[in-house]
Every structure is written in structure tokens, then in C-alpha cells.
């Protein structure tokens, strides 16, 4: 199966810190993705890492690439209670353009 | 509001009721697709459609019919089914990514809530 799979299951942080969150896949990949999710909400896109590029940044966000070791990280620093929500990754591979996978997603509570 | 709706946003049904869960985007995109979320699952892909043609069926049971009559709407129709396809179903939509240099962002709807009594 080429979906992802985010570790840790949970997260549960104070305000301020930052929350980290990884992601390992099985197969080659085109690109790779992060998503949140607000509790029963439809998912929303965050960032999209290219399997050429190593590190990306979007605000406080920032997500990393290694393709040797097949994984990823999404790095939210100065977390805010707002933040709380399930993050996914999903990947689609380089021979399955538009077919995207995703894992189990990490659930993250950030405590005011 | 991401462009892509979802009708309805709930629905309990019985399992020999038919029914079927609608989706629209306004993004100009041509590519749709079909998720079911179970609790404590990950996301399964079940339909994907490209230029109002189907590339994906994963292994979906025939109980779940889509259907996608121009890219903008989605249906996936309901029968005979059983308590455990109880789930949030959602659609999503992207640009092509090989054929139209879309990025791949897939625009997801709010979810329609399922219940199979």
C-alpha cells in the first residue's frame, strides 16, 4: 500500500511550544502533502513538498522532505489553541499521478 | 467555503434504502473524488475520476455506485448497504496534475455524515 502513515497518533502540547509531527511512506512519490482537519470538518490543504525539494516553509509552518529514508515532518512552531485538529500527510506516487493517499493522522491538542 | 459542496451533510438510512450523495465544484477543476472516513481509520480512496472518466476504482464494493456526468458534479449512489459503511464520505477535487500542470492540492468538501441502520 503506498499510504502514509503519521506518528505520534496524538500530540497534546501547552500553547507556545511547538508540535511536530512525521509522516513515512512505502513507495517513490511525486509529491507530498499536509492537511488539517477540524473535527468532522472536510479536510484543508497546507503545504506541498515536491519529491526534488528538501524543506519548505509557509508562516509558521515548515515541512521536510527525505526521500532516502521515505518521510517527511511538518514542524508548527509557536503553537496556538486555534491549531488543535487532526493533520494528515498524503501522498501520490510517480507512476499513479492524481491518486493520492493518506495515513491515519496525528491529532493534536494544544492547551491554552 | 472551498469551492467544492456537498449535499447532504447528513443522512441516516436503512439497508434496503437507495440514496445518493451529491457533490459540486466551482473550482474548473477535472479531477473528482470519492473518500470514505471510518473512526480511527485512515482516509480510504475509493473513486477517482479524470476528465469525467473513471482511473480509479479501489476495490470498492458494487453496493457503491459513482457517477460523474461533467467535471464539475459527482454522485455516489447508495444501496443495500450495511452498518459498517456508516462514515463520513468526502469529495474532493484537484487539477490534473499530468495533463493541465495542476500542483495536485486536492480541495476537499465539508463531508456527508452516513448512517446505516
Known amino acids: 500500500s503506498q499510504q502514509g502513515e503519521e506518528d505520534p497518533q496524538a500530540l497534546s502540547i501547552q500553547e507556545g511550544e511547538n508540535a511536530t509531527m512525521n509522516c513515512s511512506y512505502k513507495?517513490?512519490?511525486?509529491?507530498l502533502q499536509w492537511y488539517r482537519q477540524n473535527s468532522g470538518r472536510g479536510l484543508v490543504h497546507l503545504i506541498l513538498?515536491?519529491?526534488?525539494?528538501r524543506e519548505k516553509h509557509s508562516g509558521r509552518l515548515r515541512v521536510t522532505l527525505d526521500t532516502s529514508k521515505k518521510s517527511s515532518s511538518l514542524l508548527i512552531t509557536a503553537s496556538r489553541a486555534a491549531d488543535t485538529a487532526s493533520y494528515f500527510c498524503a501522498t501520490d506516487a510517480w507512476y499513479n499521478f492524481n491518486k493520492f493517499y493518506f495515513g491515519s493522522g496525528t491529532k493534536l491538542n494544544v492547551k491554552p | 467555503e472551498t469551492g467544492v459542496t456537498q449535499t447532504p451533510r447528513h443522512l441516516v438510512m436503512g439497508m434496503t434504502n437507495k440514496k445518493s450523495l451529491k457533490c459540486e465544484q466551482h473550482?474548473?477543476?477535472?479531477?473528482m473524488y470519492w473518500y470514505k472516513q471510518s473512526a480511527k481509520k485512515p482516509l480510504e480512496l475509493m473513486f477517482v475520476y479524470n476528465f469525467k472518466e473513471q482511473t480509479e476504482n479501489n476495490s470498492v464494493p458494487s453496493r457503491f455506485s459513482p457517477e460523474c456526468p461533467n467535471s464539475s458534479h459527482l454522485f455516489l449512489h447508495l444501496h443495500t448497504l450495511q452498518p459498517e459503511d456508516s462514515a463520513l464520505y468526502l469529495c474532493?477535487?484537484?487539477?490534473?496534475?499530468?495533463?493541465?500542470?495542476?500542483?495536485?492540492?486536492?480541495?476537499f468538501g465539508e463531508g456527508s455524515r452516513l448512517t446505516v441502520l
Open positions: 474532493a477535487s484537484s487539477q490534473d496534475t499530468l495533463t493541465s500542470g495542476g500542483t495536485g492540492e486536492l480541495f
Open positions: 513538498i515536491r519529491s526534488n525539494e
Open positions: 513507495t517513490s512519490i511525486n509529491n
Open positions: 473550482l474548473g477543476h477535472n479531477a
